[in-house]
């Protein structure tokens, strides 16, 4: 799952809609949203974001926040470590081959790390 399927399942759950009534309302079929849900499907686009908005009327500060998170949840992801030290281009594969068997406590301290990088001591 993504970080929006995530957000996109609350939002359907907490106005009490099934998948089928939901995509129907948004001119979607209900396995795209299903795929959007379970994180088989990458990225939306902006006008699906802004139909989904509009659909659970959602205020522009919580619009702006799930378009932020329908950003960072595109599951397959590239990194370009290209002219990078060589280092960072083997951390890059490493994690693309361990991430699955990482723990959530791992990768909270993971992304806990990276928030605070590049930030001033």
Known sequence: MTPFGEALRRLRERKGVSQKEMAAALGVSPAYLSALEHGRRGRPNFDFL??????????????????????????????DTAGMPAEYTALANDLARKIRVLTPDVVRELRNLLEGAGKPA
């Open 50 to 79: 802004q139909r989904v908005a509009g659909y659970f009327n959602i205020i522009w500060d919580e619009a702006e926040e799930l378009f932020m998170v329908a950003d960072a949840s595109d599951p397959r992801v590239v990194v």
